[in-house]
Structures are given as C-alpha cells and as structure tokens.
C-alpha cells in the first residue's frame, strides 16, 4: 500500500511559478512510475506529466511541454512538478499517481495507475 500526498497548490499570478511536491509512504518508492494528472471543473482528468522509476525518462502532456518540468527524489520518496509561465488555464486541482507499469507510451492512461493523491489546487489568475 502507498499514500500519496501532494502539497504546494495555491494561488498564483500569470506567468508566475510553482513546485508542487508528493510525498509517498512506504519504503518501495523507487518501483513506481510518478505521474501528474490535473482536473479543472466540468473536464476530464488531463495527464501532464510522468517520469520513470530511475528518472531517467520524463514524458509531458501537450499543453505543457516547455513550462513544467518533473523530477523525483527516491531518496526522499517524493516527486516534483515544477510549474513556470503558469496560465489561467492551467488552474486545475493536480493529482499525483503511481503505477507499477514503467511502459512508455501509457502513461496518459488513468486506468493503468494503482495509486492516487487527494490533490492540491493550484489557481491561476490573470
């Protein structure tokens, strides 16, 4: 079993900056693939970013390729999502996951994660 807390979520400026962090319980942190997710109201969840078990691989969603950037700690097990050039649409509640599969190509894939975040909201004004 793994919890997952995210924290850092508040309200910022456009084109402003953020790090939002998930820390996990447990002590097999390093076998799971990390991701975000985030949900604004009335949308489906989005995939934003992933990073696979080592590190050593990062894939991003589209919409936010070039502004956000994700790492990992093993060593603390935690992972990062640092946000820059934020716009009013990326406010969202953000979620972090992780899954045993480390598959390139699925990460986007809700259903392939084993383990959720409660969320942090992140809200952008303009």
């Known amino acids: 079993q793994v919890q997952l807390v995210e924290s850092g979520g508040e309200l910022v400026q456009a084109g402003g900056s953020l790090r939002l962090s998930c820390a996990a319980s447990?002590?097999?942190?390093?076998?799971?693939?990390m991701s975000w997710f985030r949900q604004a109201p009335g949308k489906e969840r989005e995939f934003v970013a992933a990073?696979?078990?080592?590190?050593?691989?990062?894939y991003y969603g589209d919409s936010v390729k070039g502004r956000f950037t994700i790492s990992r700690d093993n060593a603390k097990n935690t992972v990062f999502l640092q946000m820059s050039s934020l716009k009013p649409e990326d406010t969202a509640v953000y979620y972090c996951?992780?899954?045993?599969?480390?598959?390139?190509?699925?990460?986007?894939?809700?259903?392939?994660?084993?383990?959720w975040g409660q969320g942090t909201q992140v809200t952008v004004s303009s």
């Open positions: 996951a992780a899954r045993r599969i480390d598959r390139a190509g699925t990460y986007y894939n809700t259903a392939t994660y084993d383990y």
């Open positions: 447990g002590r097999t942190f390093s076998i799971y693939a």
């Open positions: 990073i696979s078990r080592g590190g050593g691989n990062t």
